[in-house]
């Protein structure tokens, strides 16, 4: 067993019980589920220990989710926040690794992969975060693979990824249309750090570079943008 904290989602809608140490949830998994749109059947590959999942459940009452993890602790862990939040009916978490799932025909499938490219960032010590936070042998292009291979025809693809590694996700994109790319802005006038990605299977509309969002006022609270998605959870169009 691992240790853990007791913390809430969406403005405290939601139970989230996570690692005490290691990698701990901040807004970008919130933010990936408000700009899901309203899925039938979603895939969250590297679901952690579920608030990604947890946010889409509590604001789409009618979608089906997929949580794919690798650790088994996170895994048990996201199990245990579904049934929590009373989502264990409509949502199931699959343990293994995201490059070897097999299912398919998903309408949606959502990525928080691990930002940091080895050959470029120096590894954490903590061995969890290691994990959550450096690509491994699943690179970010394996990443989209995974995530292509799981879609049905015509479906979405969506990556929250830092704003330095956008030129290697598009790059793992090509061949896809409809691509958004939506940039966080953590204040007015600075540069993106993280940007979403979505794409669509099958087609071949040009990209959009949307408007984006401003996470924070200049006094540093959330701008009342952001606080509608992260404590209301509304949801958050890309276009």
């Not at 403005?11 to 949830?25: H, I």
């Not at 009373?86 to 398919?104: L, Q």
């Not at 990605?197 to 924070?216: D, E, Q, Y």
């Amino acid at each position: 067993m691992i240790e853990t904290t007791q913390d809430k989602l969406l403005g405290g809608k939601l139970r989230f019980t996570q690692p005490a140490d290691g990698y701990r949830a901040a807004i970008d998994p919130v933010l990936l589920a408000a700009a899901a749109g309203r899925p039938v059947k979603a895939l969250d590959l590297g679901c952690g220990a579920g608030a990604a999942m947890l946010c889409l459940l509590a604001r789409v009452e009618t979608v089906h989710a997929v949580g794919v993890e690798i650790d088994p602790d996170l895994a048990d862990l996201a199990r245990d926040n579904l049934a929590a939040n009373e989502f264990a009916a409509r949502a199931r978490i699959v343990e293994g690794d995201a490059a070897n799932f097999g299912e398919t025909g998903f309408d949606l499938v959502m990525v928080n992969p691990p930002y940091l490219d080895p050959s470029r960032a120096a590894p954490s010590p903590h061995a969890r975060k290691r994990k959550a936070d450096m690509e491994g042998e699943l690179d970010l292009a394996g990443w989209v693979k995974a995530a292509k291979r799981a879609t049905a025809p015509k479906a979405h693809i969506l990556f929250v990824q830092r704003a330095d590694r956008l030129a290697d996700l598009l790059a793992a994109m090509k061949g896809m249309g409809e691509l958004v790319v939506f940039p966080l802005w953590p204040k007015a006038g600075e540069p993106a750090k993280r940007v979403l990605v979505r794409a669509r299977m099958g087609s071949k509309a040009p990209l959009i570079l949307a408007r984006g969002l401003v996470l924070h006022g200049a006094d540093g609270k959330f701008s009342a943008a952001a606080d509608s998605i992260l404590r209301d959870g509304d949801e958050l169009p890309l276009v």
